[in-house]
């Protein structure tokens, strides 16, 4: 098992009885802090992550002798005094686990927004956990609706796996094994209770917690860096990252210039003088989906971990640690998706037949987001849950029906909007926070990132930048105008005026261009495997090839459905 996350913790290795292993990727207190690591009574730990506040925590242990400097013996302390109770005074992202040998029990434990994380599996006499599925003894039994969820939205959501009797630890929860029976608890869940305090007040409070939220970022025993997008978000945390300390920052680029970000990239590197890397992905870097599936272990659907493999592997080179603005989009509402939401509301008091007429005049428009538009204004009498789990999915529940699924599975993204009816872009906002965020965006950059040795952390996701966020109103947040307000001094102009573009990759192209002859073999082999209808395979790729509809996400969807196929059953 750790052999097989080897490429997560190259610096060491570490067993405990043949019970816990553990690889390591030092960070802080190099030489003391390795693991499995023992606590009083006998207590062993492995944990993946960073605690930020550990030196505080250290503090307030005073009943405790430590024997090194590193925050995992922090946690352990912390356990021995608290017991479950420790997470909650845990700020930093972890995954961690505690057996007690005497007991023969595990206790363990997921971050609050899932930064890091945490698989399993219990097959009724044996126990096991670890970062990636590829390390756990797996079934080739496919849990179809796992496989109707990454349909639905290119991501399989906690605590689901593609495997049936494999599952996650959901962000925010913790886990008890007492030897035969499994106990999950939630021990917290996000709260969006808006104040009413004044807009500079929050433009005032954004600024000082993002600020805390890099400075705390930056402590380690190796260098750090930062991913600069050319994006609002990563320039905030790399502009204020370069008022701390001198500053390395890492993007990258593409030839097609629709989806090439990186002159902003460089003009905010020259703003905040740091020192800049850029590196070109292009078509070719797809050699790297064997690797990627590899590495996730199940389908995973968002085409950008290309990329995010790619600059990891790039910043690897100079850093072990980057900061990324990750989390900025659904705690500052930043997609026009919250903006479509918004409207689609307000659409509603409008005459259907009006609406199924817009619909019908959007048909010719083939871009992805244009097609989706007019799904919503075709079925705009639906509940605005429904409407908005439409617009985030890729194989809405029709097209899934035609490829022979067809159980429900929006719920998981409609929910908040039977809490929240009356402010439809915070509802969509905080569905985004417990599904897209967690299952798709963090476990991307993870995977990616630490199949390079390189740990990733995020400001924005720091619990006082999260609170806080969430008791803002929503008109602060949308469209980020609290950022652009809080940062106006730090930010290029350029950066703070142009609109969302999104860290996506030429899709289109590449699978009609040097991604065919790929394309073309493996929903041929996709088709024969009889998991979907062959039939609409064909045709989904037929007419992507012809130029007659842009399938993109569907068929990128497919494509690593088969690449996964072939590697794991």
């Known amino acids: 098992m750790t052999a097989r996350l080897a490429h997560r913790g190259p610096d060491e290795e570490g067993i405990f009885e043949d019970t816990l292993g553990f690889r390591r990727l030092s960070i802080i207190d190099l030489q003391g802090g390795s693991q499995p690591m023992k606590g009083c009574g006998n207590l062993r ?91 756990l003894d797996r079934t080739r039994t496919i849990d179809r609706t796992a496989l109707e969820h990454y349909l639905a939205f290119a991501y399989i959501p906690a605590p689901l796996t593609i495997y049936e009797g494999v599952r996650k630890l959901p962000p925010g929860h913790t886990l008890f094994f007492d030897g035969q029976t499994v106990r999950i608890e939630r021990y917290w869940e996000p709260v969006l209770e808006p104040g009413e305090e004044s807009a500079e007040d929050y433009a005032e409070q954004t600024k000082e917690a993002l600020s805390r939220a890099v400075r705390k970022r930056l402590v380690a025993d190796v260098p750090v860096g930062a991913f600069l997008s050319g994006g609002l978000d990563s320039s905030i945390v790399a502009g204020l990252m370069s008022c701390f300390q001198p500053t390395r920052t890492f993007s990258i680029s593409f030839r097609e210039e629709t989806w090439n970000e990186s002159a902003y990239a460089r003009e905010a590197a020259a703003r905040f003088k740091t020192e800049h890397r850029e590196f070109e992905v292009t078509a070719d870097a797809v050699s790297a989906l064997p690797l990627l599936v590899e590495r996730f272990g199940e389908p995973f659907g968002d085409a950008s971990a290309v990329p995010t493999y790619y600059v990891s592997r790039e910043t690897a080179k100079h850093v072990k640690v980057a900061l990324s603005g990750d989390g900025g989009d659904e705690l500052f509402l930043g997609y026009r998706r919250y903006d479509a939401i918004a409207r689609m509301a307000a659409l509603k008091r409008w005459p259907a037949p009006l609406l199924a007429a817009g619909a019908v005049v959007l048909k010719p428009w083939r871009t992805n987001y244009g097609e989706r538009v007019r799904r919503m204004l075709a079925m705009s009498r639906a509940p605005l849950g429904d409407l908005y789990a439409d617009l985030v999915s890729v194989f809405t529940p029709s097209m899934r029906t035609v490829l022979g699924l067809g159980s429900r599975v929006e719920d998981v993204i409609a929910g908040p909007f039977s809490r929240h009816a009356g402010d439809p872009a915070a509802a969509a906002g905080f569905a985004d926070l417990g599904t897209y965020l967690a299952n798709d965006i963090l476990m991307k950059v993870d995977i ?50 142009r609109r969302k573009m999104g860290f996506g990759v030429p899709l289109t192209e590449w699978l009609r261009g040097s991604l065919r002859p790929l394309l073309e073999d493996a929903m041929s082999t996709l088709s024969a495997r009889g998991l979907l209808e062959s039939l609409e395979i064909r045709r989904l790729t037929s007419e992507h090839l012809s130029g007659a509809a842009d399938h993109r996400d569907r068929l990128w969807l497919l494509l690593v459905l088969e690449l996964w196929a072939r590697r794991f059953l």
């Open 45 to 135: 730990l492995v944990f993946n992550g960073e605690i930020y506040n550990y030196r505080e925590l250290r503090a307030s242990l005073t009943d405790h002798e430590f024997r090194t400097q590193s925050d995992t013996e922090v946690i352990l302390h912390l356990y021995e005094e608290r017991g479950a109770a420790c997470v909650r005074d845990l700020d930093g992202m972890f995954a961690f686990a505690i057996y007690d040998p005497a007991r023969r029990t595990l206790f363990a434990a997921r971050d609050r927004m899932g930064k890091k994380p945490f698989v399993y599996r219990h097959d009724g006499t044996r126990f096991q956990f670890a970062s990636e599925l590829a390390a």
């Open 448 to 497: 990616a990132s630490m199949a390079n040795g390189l740990e990733v952390r995020c400001p924005f996701l720091d619990r006082d930048v999260v609170d806080l966020a969430l008791r803002m109103p929503t008109a602060l947040r949308r469209g980020k105008g609290v950022l652009r307000t809080a940062f106006h001094d730090l930010v290029p102009a350029s950066i703070l005026a």
